[in-house]
């Protein structure tokens, strides 16, 4: 009998099913499990029913002091404990018997449940595992059936046991398992200007030149869509290569409107005819960058969702005055798009989530003389208004990014391959003697464009540190270990591409994104010496050395050690880098759905831990604690010594309010940038309810059971689909909402700029 206490207690709990299904709690399920264990023991060791009743009571009370759904697995836990507590071991034995048994039963035939629940779109984990993609959608839904068959065939077939265990146990993050089976690589660097100048094949078709600048775009993004179906990750294209596509419309132009005169008889002075010619190349600017926006936003690849592509916009790229000139033309209409937005159903603009945008800050456009200051000043309203572009400072980046004989200063600025992850400087000194055979190789030249990194495998620093029970020999022993164990995993997915054919991805490795290799060739040496990276990842530094030291990051004591963490795991990559010739990299990791996942298993090895593991997710790489109060110029300040030590990628941001309407405090955030970090976003927020057309912050606030949904101010709409809500949470902007933990930090996401 459920008693009205009960009913009071448990009605607006739920749980997650171990096929990802969620449902609501039923506290008599528990009682019914903890009574047939009682059943089968002695009768002296057997409960009465009202201390059934008791355990189950204390369980639904665990439960409820939750700010999340928890699963069966989790709550089976709990159970355990709470017998045990009671001293009833025998039940307890039985309990933990029928467990294992029922475990051995689904290990047949998880698979089937977990595709058959993604197919009927209750599959919460699914739901909410990637903000980018919808899996109501069949191309979806076939793109994550594909990916629960290579976790699985990976999980049992192809990765060594150990490795598997740990990525279930949340020490380790075995990134993109979804793809593993197969033989892809994560992001890269497309060298469009090789494909653009030279050609390349799309589909078995020949494409030549391009004679204009919006045929350049349209097969750009022809070039996206293909790389994006060949890889997971994050990829980049460079305006610059985009450029010289001006001046050859340019010239069509001239040539065009100088037979229109002359067939009209008309006689032009030489200013008015320019005039007229630059009018026009200006509206075939236009029609090129609003093809780039609006493919790049319709495009679904065959990934399911849209391509995550950056576009790079460097002036300092440029060959000669006259190209910067055009890119300028370029940047300046890419930027103007993007405030504009794109339209939603209703018609009404809104922040697209793609392609992300990178403006370089650097001496033609830092300063209010500097010539190209009003680029910097549109970017800025740019920014303001739908969260990118995010900024690289050409100053830093010469500082710390040195290929082969360059000093401080004199180094290299180029792009993140998509979201963050950065190649490591031209080691070669000589483009790397074009192993790759690329069209445009200019020996003597670092080489960035058809560079690419192999994967990621991240270490859960929390782990570490709870692990390591508050000794710190224990914990650098155990930091060691751990990385050992990240590096077999990284073995894995380099041994998975080596031996890999041109054939796999002809547009990457034959036609010139990445490479012109011959058909049937290996990409092995593509995996050597630089060429690629491969990527250790991190994450939970905040709360790593939090439970280490006692002490914040953002207190000396706590970033003398956070700084040693992040010295220790660069000395393993260097080790490794040297005795294998792969060039590992220590990246701070854009934790997606992994840190909800990072953060359960933690409660669940360790218990609730005060600043530890009381949230429902950890902190991002070496970033500041969401909730912590900061002004932006101090984060950034203090975050940059930590980025300087995180050579294959990251990015800080500052959280802002709306500030469309204080243009001069972004500009001094971005000559802040410019002065002191290499790489940062800021947050700004620009959101729209399709109910009452309130366009603003929407905000995140509890449903009557626990959970956190999305609310309009005005009206107080909570239909997430007539919701527009765009937030970064990785390096990306995300629009298809989150899981319960990373919607828990942007709701406690403290401000930077008051
Ligand atoms: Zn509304």
Not at 59 to 65: M, N, S
Not at 539 to 563: D, H, I, M, N, Q
Not at 589 to 617: H, M, W
Request: proline share 3%.
């Amino acid at each position: 009998m459920e008693s009205k206490k009960d009913k009071a207690k448990t009605k607006q709990m739920h749980i997650i099913k171990r096929s990802g299904e969620e449902m609501p709690f039923d506290i008599s399920k528990i009682r019914n499990a903890i009574r047939k264990a009682s059943q089968v023991v002695d009768i002296k060791d057997a409960l009465s029913e009202a201390r059934i009743n008791l355990i189950a009571d204390e369980v639904a009370g665990v439960c409820a002091g939750r700010d999340r759904a928890m699963t069966v697995e989790e709550i089976q836990d709990v159970v355990e404990t709470k017998i045990m507590e009671m001293g009833a071991h025998e039940i307890a034995k039985r309990y933990i018997t029928y467990r294992y048994k029922q475990s051995l039963l689904r290990q047949a035939n998880t698979t089937d449940k977990q595709i058959l629940s993604l197919i009927e779109c209750n599959n919460e984990d699914v739901k909410q595992e990637n903000s980018n993609k919808n899996p109501t959608i069949n191309s979806v839904q076939r793109d994550y059936m594909a990916g629960e068959v290579s976790k699985d065939v990976s999980a049992r077939l192809l990765l060594p046991p150990d490795i598997v265990q740990a990525h279930r146990d949340g020490l380790i993050h075995f990134h993109d398992m979804d793809y593993y089976a197969q033989h892809m690589h994560n992001c890269d660097l497309v060298n469009l200007e090789d494909m653009l100048q030279n050609g390349t094949v799309i589909s078995g078709t020949m494409i030549e030149k391009p004679k204009s600048f919006s045929t350049a775009c349209n097969i750009a993004t022809q070039i996206i869509a293909q790389v994006a179906s060949n890889q997971y990750g994050g990829q980049s294209i460079s305006l610059t290569h985009l450029a010289p596509f001006v001046d050859v419309s340019r010239q069509a132009i001239s040539k065009e409107l100088a037979e229109e005169c002359a067939l009209s008889g008309v006689e032009m002075d030489g200013e008015s005819f320019s005039k007229i010619v630059e009018k026009r190349v200006r509206k075939e600017i236009q029609k090129g960058v609003q093809t780039i926006q609006y493919q790049v936003v319709t495009l679904m690849t065959t990934n399911g969702q849209a391509p995550f592509v950056t576009v790079y916009m460097y002036l300092g790229e440029a060959k000669s005055e006259a190209e910067r000139h055009d890119l300028a033309l370029v940047i300046e209409e890419v930027l103007k798009e993007r405030i504009l937005g794109v339209k939603n159903e209703k018609g009404v603009y809104v922040t697209p989530a793609f392609p992300k945008l990178i403006y370089v800050l650097e001496e033609q456009n830092i300063r209010e003389d500097s010539p190209y200051w009003y680029l910097t000043e549109l970017a800025a309203k740019c920014t303001a208004k739908r969260m990118v572009p995010d900024y690289i400072s050409e100053k830093k980046m010469r500082e710390y990014k040195l290929s082969k004989g360059e000093k401080p200063g004199e180094g290299d600025t180029y792009t993140c391959m998509g979201c963050r992850s950065f190649l490591t400087p031209d080691r070669s000194g000589n483009g790397y003697g074009n192993i790759a055979r690329a069209g445009n190789y200019e020996p003597g030249r670092p080489k960035y464009y058809g560079r690419f990194n192999q994967g990621v495998v991240t270490i859960n620093l929390v782990d570490v540190a709870l692990s390591s029970e508050g000794n710190e020999e224990r914990f650098w022993k155990l930091l060691e270990e751990r990385c050992e164990l990240c590096h077999r995993a990284l073995r894995c997915r380099h041994e998975r591409l080596k031996g890999t054919l041109s054939d796999a991805a002809p547009i990457l490795w034959q036609y010139g994104a990445l490479a012109r290799l011959d058909k049937g060739e290996k990409i092995d040496p593509l995996l050597y010496g630089g060429y690629s990276t491969i990527s250790l990842g991190y994450a939970g530094l905040w709360e790593c050395v939090f439970s280490v030291t006692g002490r914040k990051l953002t207190e000396p004591e706590g970033e003398k050690f956070g700084l040693a963490v992040m010295q220790k795991l660069n000395e393993f990559t260097a080790k490794w880098k040297a005795a294998e010739d792969i060039d590992y990299s220590l990246y701070g990791t854009p934790l997606e759905s992994t840190t909800y996942k990072f953060a359960k298993c933690l409660q669940k090895r360790f218990g609730i831990i005060k600043g530890v593991t009381d949230k429902n997710y950890i902190t991002n790489s070496y970033h500041i604690h969401v909730t912590e109060p900061i002004d932006a110029f101090k984060k950034l300040e203090i975050e940059a010594k930590f980025q300087k030590l995180s050579p294959g990628g990251a990015i800080s941001y500052v959280e802002v309010p709306n500030m469309q309407d204080n243009i001069p405090a972004v500009l001094s955030i971005m000559r802040y940038i410019y002065d002191n970090i290499m790489y940062a976003e800021l947050n700004t927020k620009s959101d729209y309810c399709q109910v009452c057309g309130f366009d603003g912050e929407i905000q995140i606030v509890k449903d009557e059971s626990g959970k956190l949904i999305w609310k309009c101010p005005k009206c107080g709409n909570t239909d997430e689909a007539k919701l527009n809500v765009a937030r970064r949470t990785c390096g990306y902007i995300g629009s298809q909402f989150w899981n319960q933990g990373r919607t828990q930090e942007i709701k406690e996401r403290v401000l930077h700029v008051s």
